[in-house]
Each structure stands twice: as structure tokens, then as C-alpha cells.
């Protein structure tokens, strides 16, 4: 008995270990915690696959309520309750409902190259309203760090903070920051157009950025966060248009323009509430409550509605540019950039199927209707904003970059260049999750680093510049090109000469409405 006792004890002590192990916690069950006002968080450690530069781990905690989870369906979000025992966040949550509005094969690419690249889709739930915290170990409330603030692409149709790419310990321990990644409701959930909601409250995907920055503002420094340091970087067009007052961050990195959806979001609203017969409802929204989110999901996407923010709400406006020249638009430091092969991503998964991308409807809107045109510019391409002249006219600091690498591990389809997104691995040093489609290049670690030098200290100090002269500063040679040629840093040229192939699309997002 003695014996059989002895052995059930040593498996269920193997066994914790192993659990304890998968999670990259210690044996020794001495997982990092923080206290907050909500109460204990237990969190775990990450070592990350790329250490160039950097050794070591850091203080992860995974799956951090932000608010109340799961919301009310299309309304703002609520603070979260507090919780009595300590809370384990050790694995990230569900991402919200997405919506990949493309229709056979080119749906599945959409999917396989935006949804994960790198693995199967996560799991999707309204139970998201979750963020991650990613610190190093000497982080503390008396050694505060600056901290990086990630909104994720995805047009405001899907896209999630739990994807392994946007693991933030490689920069934290490579630039001595703490890294925050949150999900934020997209689509009909988070940009519902229902007239029910009243105004100020009707983009719920916005409100739920501004919640969770507001999180920050309140806890971070327990996790060694500086709250007066906070960069944003990812998609932020709409928080820098129409920012929350008091500002809860004091710089930007903007990774792409804004979002091209292109269609009436009321319209889009009417054809659900038809769909589901409740547009006769005293209530339509609270008949829509109750249709299972599954449904909602299969009927959006077949039907490949559109859900564009409300414009004119205080969270989103329509003319960036007028934001700028209003002073609307923060006085804070930017960086501004885009890939030397934006749109070939998107022309990728367009030709496979029988979808139509925005950028594709944008030209059918204003004539241009010729397959062969639209494939030209699609191809050539590069995102071209003005947003960077406006901000440097008006009196704003302004630093602009293209990169221009392409490598084995990140080429996801044929010829894709640097394509959309392409540059987010060599910030977030996730390139090892890319291995699949093939090992990575000393070019690509070295870059990889410099970019996370580049990233990281303008968040420690947005006022000491990038390394390259801002807008304005050098008589047109402030373009700072990543990547290019080889190089594993940067390449300063005349921002005239590489955008001349993006005038033509420039001209076409101008004429349409869209530019940034």
C-alpha cells in the first residue's frame, strides 16, 4: 500500500511539473505576480526564440482582464470585477469574432496569410476583452520602463492580440520596455452602426483601445510600467485622429495607414436585423442580443458586409488631414511607415478567388475598371501617405520609413516581396515562428535587432529622434528604408524618388475619400 501510495504521489508530481513546464513556468512554482486594484495576477516566464542581442526572460502575464469580459454585445465596454483569489494568467485568451469576408478560395488565404500565418486560427469567443503584459525581470514600480502599446492589423474586420507573432518578450528584453498587446472587438461587434447606440458610444472597437489605455494609465506602473512613457504602435489611426483627452500616450508608431472599408455600415446593420427578423422588434438590438454570435459571424461573412466606424462620434473621423490642420491630431512625436510591396498580400489572396478587396473597390468607385490597370498598381503599390507632409506643415514631428526586406521565413506565398505586415516578426522578434517557410538569414536577425533599436528607443525617448532626419529636416532625404539592398539597417534616400510609383494610388485613395 506503502508502495502504491509512493507512486500515485510521484505521478501526480510529475505531472505538475509538466504542466507547470508547458507554460514556461519554474518547477518551483514561483511564477512572477503582480497586485492591482482588482486583485492578484500570477503570471509566468518567456525566454524568446530569438535572443540576438538580448539574453534572458521575461515576466509574462497572458490573458489579463482589461474589462468586463464577455460585454454587452454592441456597447461600450465596463470595468471588470474584482477577483478575491489570485488570478493565473498563463496562456493567451480567445481572440474576438472576426470576420474574413472573402468567399472561397481566396477566403482561406485570407485566413492563412492575415488569421495566422504561422499556425492554425485561434479560438474565437465575445469572451475577449483581454490583454497581455510582457516585462523584464529588473522592471519595478521603483524602476519604471517605458511602455509599448500594440493594436493589431486587420481593417477592423478580425485580428487578435493571441497570436504568437505578437509575443512581445524578445523586445521587452532586447529594449528594456515593458510590452502591452490587447484585443479589441472588430467588425459588426465592435462597429455595430446600430442607431440604438447613442453617440460617443456607437464604435465599441475604438472604445475598448481607449479602455484598455486607460488600464494602462492605472496599473501598469505595478507591472514596472511607466505611465507618463506610453508609445503606441500598430494601427492607431483612429486614436491619433480623435484622441481621448487627457491623452494617455506621448508618442506613435504607425505601421500602415488607416482602414479602407469601403460601403455604408447602416446598410450593412439593416441586412442583419432583416436576416435574423428583427427589424419589427420593439428593440431590434436587444432581438440581435440574443442570436447566437456564430450565426452573426456566418451570415457577415457570406454576405461579406462591411462595418466602417461612425464618423463624427468623438472617437473617428473621416478627414485625417483636417484633424492635422485643426489641431485636433495630438502634438506628439510619429513614426510613419509602410512596406516597399504593400498590396502584393492583397492582391494575392484577390486573384485567387473571386472577392473584392477594398483597395480593388476603391478604383471601380471612381472608373477605374480595367483588371490589367488595377493589377499594376495593386503590384507596385506601396502605401503612400501624405499623412507625414501634413503633420511637418503644421508644425509636428514627423519621421518616415519604408522597409524593404524580404526573407526565406517570411515569404508566406510567391514572389511576396515586403508585403503588408511583413515587417512585424523583425520588430517583434518572432521571426522563429515563421520557420516553416525557411530558416532565417544573419541579414534578417541583425535587422531584426536594429529595428527593435529603432522601435524601442524612440518609445524611451520620442524626442531624440530615429537615427534619420525627420520630415521637413533635410531638403526631401527623410526616408529611411529598412532592409534594403541587403542591409541589416538603414538607407537614407529622397522621399520624392521612392514614392514616384505610389502617385498614382495616391491620386485614387484622394479621389475616393481615403487618404491618410
Known amino acids: 500500500m506503502g508502495n502504491h501510495r509512493q507512486s500515485l504521489f510521484a505521478q501526480v508530481l510529475l505531472s505538475s511539473t509538466f504542466f507547470l513546464g508547458a507554460f514556461g513556468l519554474p518547477a518551483s512554482n514561483a511564477g512572477p505576480s503582480v497586485t492591482i486594484s482588482s486583485g492578484v495576477i500570477i503570471g ?35 470595468s471588470a470585477p474584482s477577483w478575491s483569489t489570485p488570478l493565473p494568467a498563463q496562456a493567451f485568451r480567445p481572440a474576438c469574432i472576426q470576420q474574413f469576408t472573402d468567399s472561397g478560395n481566396a ?62 518578450s524578445s523586445l521587452a528584453i532586447a529594449q528594456d520596455v515593458v510590452v502591452v498587446t490587447i484585443n479589441y472587438r472588430t467588425n459588426i461587434f465592435g462597429f455595430s452602426n446600430s442607431p440604438e447606440v447613442a453617440t460617443g458610444s456607437q464604435n465599441s472597437g475604438y472604445l475598448d483601445q481607449r479602455f484598455a489605455l486607460q488600464w494602462v ?93 461612425v464618423n463624427g462620434d468623438g472617437t473617428s473621423v473621416s478627414d485625417v488631414r483636417g484633424s492635422i490642420t485643426s489641431k485636433k491630431w495630438p502634438k506628439i512625436p510619429v513614426l510613419i511607415g509602410t512596406t516597399l510591396n504593400e498590396a502584393r498580400v492583397f492582391l494575392a489572396v484577390e486573384t485567387a478567388g473571386d472577392g473584392t478587396s477594398a483597395m480593388d473597390a476603391t478604383m471601380s468607385k471612381i472608373g477605374v475598371t480595367s483588371t490589367n490597370t488595377k493589377n499594376s498598381i495593386l503590384a507596385q503599390y506601396s502605401a503612400k501617405g501624405m499623412t507625414d507632409i501634413f503633420l511637418a506643415s503644421n508644425g509636428y514631428t514627423a519621421y518616415r520609413y519604408r522597409y524593404d526586406a524580404s526573407f526565406p521565413s517570411t515569404s508566406i506565398f510567391a514572389n511576396s516581396g515586403a508585403y503588408h505586415t511583413s515587417e512585424i516578426p ?16 544573419q541579414q534578417q536577425i541583425k535587422l531584426s535587432s536594429y529595428m527593435q533599436g529603432v522601435w524601442g528607443g524612440f518609445a524611451k525617448k520620442p524626442t531624440g529622434g530615429v537615427g534619420w532626419p525627420k520630415v521637413g529636416g533635410a531638403l526631401g532625404f527623410e526616408l529611411g528604408l529598412l532592409g534594403a539592398s ?31
Open 44 to 78: 509566468t516566464t518567456a525566454q524568446p526564440a530569438s535572443q540576438a542581442g538580448s539574453t534572458g526572460y521575461a515576466n509574462a502575464y497572458l490573458g489579463v482582464p482589461f474589462a468586463k469580459s464577455p460585454p454587452e454585445r454592441f456597447s461600450p465596454p465596463e
Open 217 to 309: 494609465q492605472d496599473n501598469i506602473v505595478n507591472f514596472g510600467g511607466d505611465p507618463s512613457r506610453v508609445t503606441i504602435f500598430g494601427e492607431s489611426a483612429g486614436l491619433l485622429a480623435s484622441p481621448p483627452s487627457p491623452l494617455p500616450f506621448s508618442a506613435a508608431i504607425m505601421q500602415s495607414q488607416q482602414s479602407l472599408l469601403i460601403g455604408s455600415g447602416s446598410d450593412s446593420y439593416k441586412k442583419v436585423l432583416q436576416q435574423f427578423k428583427c427589424q419589427s422588434e420593439s428593440s431590434p438590438i436587444a432581438c440581435l442580443r440574443k442570436v447566437p454570435a456564430a450565426d452573426i459571424k456566418a451570415y457577415i461573412e457570406s454576405a461579406a458586409l462591411v462595418f466602417p466606424p
Open 426 to 441: 523583425s520588430v517583434f522578434g518572432t521571426y522563429p515562428e515563421y520557420n516553416k517557410f525557411g530558416s532565417a538569414t
Open 486 to 516: 541587403g542591409s541589416s539597417g538603414v538607407s537614407v534616400v529622397a522621399s520624392l524618388t521612392a514614392d514616384y510609383p505610389c502617385l498614382a494610388y495616391s491620386a485614387l485613395t484622394d479621389m475616393a475619400g481615403l487618404s491618410y
Open 107 to 168: 477566403q482561406v488565404l485570407q485566413k492563412q496569410y492575415f488569421g495566422n500565418p504561422t499556425g492554425p486560427l485561434p479560438e474565437e469567443s465575445e469572451d475577449c476583452l483581454y490583454l497581455n503584459v510582457f516585462a523584464p525581470p529588473s522592471a519595478s514600480s521603483s524602476n519604471k520602463k517605458a511602455v509599448m502599446f500594440w493594436l493589431f492589423p486587420g481593417n477592423l474586420q478580425f485580428g487578435t492580440a493571441s497570436l504568437p507573432i505578437y509575443d512581445g
